[in-house]
């Protein structure tokens, strides 16, 4: 069971707004920046949002990142078919002393 | 640019040690926090432990108990030792520059699975 809950799945069709949530609590989202990260079948984790809402060179911005209090959010605009991917939020987290992740989300476009 | 490249064993049987090196190319790693990370086949991400130029270390207290990461400065790598391996540690592992939580870059993984 991860520290962090996202719902195990979303689902879109192409140019539709989605958006994954990413709870947590004060040790963790609730004092600590959030980051993003997007992955594909058989490949790593891709880096998509840090520190909450700052995307990385070459990510488009069509993905944006949100907080407030101990929720996190990723918001994806205009979906595209190739943005069918697993999703996982991290941060860090004192009462743990170290990072932890959410369980995932696997969006699919319909 | 920062490339990470894992390289080990893939198999291992229970009760062994799990060793594993990530080489860095394109930053030196004597700066720079370093991490691995693993995800058993069709789970999520977990985090191992990390390791800072001057030593410093830190580890999941889930594996505190069994797990070992080091810096090898002359060839620019970063090992990880989890011994007393059992099933539930099959999964791929990735090394990544980082240690909050922001991880990037990360290497392609590899695989690691334990089986007599």
């Known amino acids: 069971q991860s520290v962090l809950t996202q719902p195990p799945s979303a689902s879109g069709t192409p140019g539709q707004r989605v958006t994954i949530s990413c709870s947590g609590s004060?040790?963790?989202?609730?004092?600590?920046?959030v980051n993003w990260y997007q992955q594909f079948p058989g490949t790593a984790p891709k880096l998509l949002i840090y520190?909450?809402?700052h995307r990385p060179s070459g990510v488009p911005d069509r993905f944006s990142g949100s907080k407030s209090g101990t929720s996190a959010s990723l918001a994806i605009s205009g979906l595209q078919s190739e943005d069918e991917a697993d999703y996982y939020c991290?941060?860090?987290?004192?009462?743990?002393?170290?990072?932890?992740f959410g369980g995932g989300t696997k969006l699919t476009v319909l | 640019q920062v490339q990470l490249q894992e390289s080990g064993p893939g198999l291992v049987k229970p009760s062994e040690t799990l060793s594993l090196t990530c080489t860095v190319s394109?930053?030196?790693?004597?700066?720079?926090?370093w991490s691995w990370i693993r995800q058993p086949p069709g789970k999520g991400l977990e985090w191992i432990g990390y390791?800072?130029?001057?030593?410093?270390?830190n580890y999941n207290p889930s594996l505190k108990s069994r797990v070992t990461i080091s810096l090898d400065t002359s060839k620019n790598q970063f090992s990880l030792k989890l011994t007393s391996v059992t099933a539930a540690d099959t999964a791929v592992y990735y090394c990544?520059?980082?240690?909050?939580?922001?991880?990037?870059?990360w290497g392609q993984g590899t695989l690691v699975t334990v089986s007599s």
């Open positions: 520190t909450d809402n």
């Open positions: 990544g520059k980082g240690w909050t939580g922001w991880f990037d870059p």
């Open positions: 004060t040790s963790n989202i609730g004092s600590n920046t």
């Open positions: 991290a941060a860090w987290d004192g009462s743990l002393n170290g990072p932890v």
């Open positions: 394109g930053a030196s790693i004597s700066s720079y926090y």
């Open positions: 390791v800072y130029y001057s030593g410093t270390t």
